[in-house]
């Protein structure tokens, strides 16, 4: 089948089987190898992108449902060879070690601070009807889709607490 | 052969003149991670398209195919092959090595009928596109002749016998001992089953040119998987490339090569086309390598005042029935704690489950978990802090073999650890600190793990722009290598870092042992080291014998190297002037590491002290990790970011090993009940709360010329059971049986009546 899709800004035409997952879509037939499958089963955020703004795992979305989306993949944060500020803080907190976690914990981060910005509360959010304070606890259970089993959470951490800025 | 006493003279490295060594520097292949752009095995572009690959497993413990009907997959669309034990081409019978130097045996796939654990590969197909491999791949049917399997491990204690080769190590008379002893402990710890649950999962692309296959695959040993890709095609083993540049975590459970590598090698070379082929998630946890269950019997005599007159660890065990392998769970204590009457050992049971093998520091990980659960308890049976009653039984020299340690600052890290921690605020009485519906607590172990140096070679080219290149058949699983060994280059010849290029992971590069058993930065950092020290000796010949260098007719001996130049008094010119002048194609050395001859003089290890705090929720039994510290003592830190990232990752998987980690067998099929990541429940981001870690100043120059030792596993040394004196500290329920989950805890808060 037939599916256009908009990917890193580029329009993309794809032809492909019903059964292709947009994780597959964007490793295998789209060059995009930096969105990593770890578990294929939406149970460790390895293939986390962006989704018109929303992060999702892309190993549970068929690419079929993706007709005229605006994915953003890790591929597509950095502005030429200008890192993303993510990008950067994760470098230098050393928030990775074995890196294939990486892109998606990055493009998490990138969303996870806009669902905040936006107000949508999480698990440990305790005041529902306030502005939400980005803490320690807020960022980690926001987080807590993407697996690190080289566990460098606390350097996750701290690398999107150097973008986020201080909790409010 | 060298002696360490080469190694205490002063180096490059020693020296740190540009400061590299011990620096916080990035990830050298960092912006590749975070940009999503460094190819792991399965995204390494192929020279034409590829077709992929999906193989079977088997569904029983144990027992033999009566018939595969491969009908429907071979008729569903897009296939190109389906492969059974019927019709898989030959291949080397399990182990057999044609070439005597070979590291590893052949390792075939589908060998015959036989099915000896849940997991095995039983059918592979090969096919245009993933999605009509994995379709083709289900339609795959298997009829079985199942056969009594042994999978319950503590049913099957009476069936432990001493492992191959081994013995039990006894010294003075430990029964004598332990009866004489005023005060006697006596307990059974539990460690489980555990998987590795590393996020990439293993893969590999291959394709043929000829008669020599390349192979991209996800593996710690370089040389091991070349060997074994060449022993199990029966081909020379020059015939096979392996590369593995990007490795998404190994943990130990990437130390040897699986059936993803012979078949995509296979099918690449029956299709004449690429061939990719990955585990799926669940055949990581089934049909690769799992740490194996250990159940060890504690028994400590002390005299009142602490000191130890007798002490035993008795470990059982378990491997695959034809896989031999021993989870060394006593090994350690051997030269932890002084005491003159000591008995340590292992029993083994043969089991039909997938291969038991090394995972993250095999031997410390289980086996500190309980003896330093058992010292917790036996410095409350004698009323002594704990971090006392390990000072008392500080030993001077190594217990057992009586050999000098080569450093040994144990009791360094433990109070500094305390004292960092705030452990004097501990109430040394359980269930006294209430907050709510929490009950608080505080526990601590001692650490330690065994260092190691192996054999090594590297390379070094540098070319006539002055671009240093190391090159070595070393890999880099997330543990900083290509960091570290770009660090210890540039300072050893004295250019800037980022004059410095690092290669890894190819078979046609100087070999090093690869990663594992945390000897890696220490082995690899040393023969690049002493690579960096022959080129050194390489340029300074050319320069002095070089009419045109301002170094011409120099002593040797004299020469300097710093700022990307090499220098004598006021003459100097750049290492680029010089190459391309006197050689301008560049030039290559070699060098290599070996251990001293005199290095087995002593005892070497790394140490560490962790502190944890808990809450116990005493409605449900959920425990909540508060805060955790550790104190390492390591050997000389040659990166401060990336070290520090290793060894709170271990100390963060000592965690998950003290709470949530554990994969219990189906009695009734022998497989794990958990083959995902949702049931198998690694640490999560809100798990982790207020981990962190300090090195104490070290260097040991009777580990190697650098004065380094590893990092990668002693962070999990002693984590878990800090973590469950902790939660006795808190509730006063002593648990022996990880991990400490809330049902567990919840039936001792029970029995306690809270």
């Known amino acids: 089948m037939h599916t256009n899709l908009t990917v890193n800004g580029q329009a993309v035409a794809l032809d492909h089987d019903t059964r292709t997952t947009l994780l597959d879509a964007l490793r295998e037939s789209l060059d995009l190898k930096g969105t990593k499958k770890g578990c294929d089963h939406g149970q460790c955020g390895a293939c986390t992108v962006l989704v018109n703004g929303v992060r999702i795992n892309a190993c549970l979305s068929l690419v079929a449902m993706h007709q005229d989306d605006d994915v953003v993949t890790i591929e597509g944060l950095a502005s030429g060879d200008v890192l993303h500020p993510m990008q950067q803080a994760f470098l230098t907190q050393d928030a990775l070690q074995c890196g294939y976690c990486t892109p998606g914990q990055i493009c998490s981060a990138v969303a996870m601070l806009r669902e905040a910005a936006e107000g949508q509360p999480s698990q440990a959010t305790e005041d529902l009807t306030a502005r939400i304070s980005l803490t320690d606890a807020e960022i980690r259970e926001r987080m807590s889709g993407n697996i690190c089993r080289c566990s460098a959470y606390p350097q996750i951490l701290a690398a999107i607490r150097s973008v986020a800025g201080d909790a409010a | ?754």
């Not at chain 2, 990541?677 to 009777?702: C, Q, R, W």
């Open chain 2, 1 to 754: 052969m060298s002696s360490v006493k080469d190694w205490a003279l002063p180096n490059p490295v020693s020296e740190n003149r540009s400061g590299l060594i011990g620096k916080t520097v990035d990830r050298y292949e960092g912006r590749l991670k975070v940009t999503g752009t460094a190819p792991y095995a399965y995204e390494v572009e192929p020279p034409s398209a590829p077709a992929y690959g999906q193989a079977v497993s088997a569904t029983i413990a144990r027992g033999r195919i009566v018939s595969i009907d491969t009908s429907a997959a071979e008729a569903s669309p897009g296939v190109k092959l389906v492969w059974t034990s019927r019709n898989v081409p030959a291949q080397a019978a399990r182990g057999e090595r044609a070439n005597p130097r070979s590291q590893r045996g052949s390792n075939p796939t589908m060998a015959s009928d036989a099915v000896e654990f849940y997991g095995q590969t039983l059918a592979f197909v090969a096919a245009d596109t993933l999605e009509n491999a994995r379709a083709a791949a289900a339609l795959v049917a298997v009829t079985y002749e199942t056969q009594p399997a042994t999978v319950d491990f503590m049913a099957s204690l009476d069936q432990a016998e001493m492992p191959p080769g081994e013995e039990d190590t006894e010294i003075g008379d430990f029964g004598a001992g332990f009866a004489a002893s005023p005060v006697k402990l006596d307990e059974t710890y539990f460690s489980p089953i555990a998987n590795h649950t590393q996020m990439e999962p293993c893969a590999t692309t291959a394709w043929w040119d000829g008669d020599k296959v390349t192979v991209h695959t996800s593996i710690q040993m370089v040389k091991g998987g070349q060997h074994a890709l060449a022993e199990t095609l029966a081909i020379a083993s020059d015939k096979v490339h392996l590369i593995t540049r990007y490795i998404g975590g190994g943990f130990g459970g990437k130390g040897q090569s699986y059936d993803d590598l012979t078949l995509a090698a296979l099918a690449a070379r029956e299709l004449n086309q690429p061939v990719k082929v990955a585990y799926t998630r669940q055949q990581m946890f089934q049909a690769t390598i799992h740490r194996p269950a250990v159940q060890m019997r504690v028994r400590l005599g002390a005299e009142p005042d602490g000191r130890l007159n007798a002490f035993s660890i008795e470990a059982i065990t378990h491997c695959a029935r034809n896989v031999p392998f021993t989870e060394h769970a006593a090994n350690f204590s051997r030269s932890l704690y002084a005491a003159p009457n000591r008995l340590t050992g292992h029993r083994l049971v043969r089991m039909d489950l997938p291969g038991a093998g090394p995972m993250r520091a095999p031997g410390e990980a289980t086996g500190m978990l309980s003896l330093e659960c058992a010292m917790d308890e036996l410095a409350e049976k004698l009323g002594i802090d704990p971090v006392e009653l390990r000072i008392r039984n500080e030993p001077t020299v190594d217990p057992e073999t009586g050999k000098p340690f080569s450093v040994r600052q144990l009791v360094s890290c433990m109070r500094e650890g305390a004292q960092r921690f705030g452990w004097e605020r501990r109430n040394p009485t359980p269930g006294q600190v209430r907050e709510g519906r929490w009950l608080v607590g505080m526990g601590m172990a001692a650490g330690i793990r065994g260092n190691f140096l192996l054999p090594a070679k590297a390379g070094i080219r540098i070319t006539a722009d002055g671009t240093v290149t190391l090159l070595q058949g070393m890999t880099d699983i997330g543990t900083g290598t290509y960091t570290i060994l770009a660090q210890i280059t540039a300072e050893t010849l004295g250019v800037p870092l980022d004059q410095v290029r690092v290669e890894l992971g190819d078979s046609d590069m100087p070999p090093a042992p690869g990663s594992g058993g945390q000897f890696g930065a220490a082995t690899a950092g040393s023969a690049a080291f002493e690579t960096g020290m022959v080129m050194r000796r390489t340029l300074a010949d050319l320069a002095i014998n070089d009419p045109n260098s301002p170094l011409f007719g120099a002593d040797p001996t004299l020469v300097t190297f710093a700022n990307g130049n090499i220098a004598l008094e006021n003459q100097s010119e750049s290492l680029a002037s010089l190459v391309a002048r006197a050689q301008p194609d560049g030039v290559y050395v070699e060098g290599s590491i070996s251990p001293a001859a005199d290095a087995r003089d002593w005892s070497q290890h790394t140490y560490g002290a962790q502190f944890a705090e808990v809450a116990v929720d005493v409605v449900t039994g959920e425990v909540r990790l508060r805060r955790m510290f550790g104190v390492f003592a390591a050997g000389r830190i040659l990166n401060a970011k990336t070290a520090k990232s290793q060894i709170t990752g271990g100390m963060i998987w000592g965690i998950g090993t003290a709470l949530t980690e554990t994969n219990p067998v189906d009695p009734r099929y022998g497989s794990f009940l958990n083959q995902d990541m949702a049931g198998y429940l690694v640490p999560s981001h809100a798990d982790i709360v207020n981990v962190d870690s300090i090195f104490l100043d070290e260097t040991d120059d009777k580990a190697n010329p650098l004065g380094i030792k590893g990092v990668g596993e002693l962070g999990i040394c002693g984590t878990g059971a800090a973590i469950a004196n902790a939660i006795y500290n808190a509730c006063g329920v002593r648990l022996r049986d990880y991990p400490m989950t809330p049902d567990k805890v919840l039936e001792g808060l029970i029995a306690k009546g809270l």
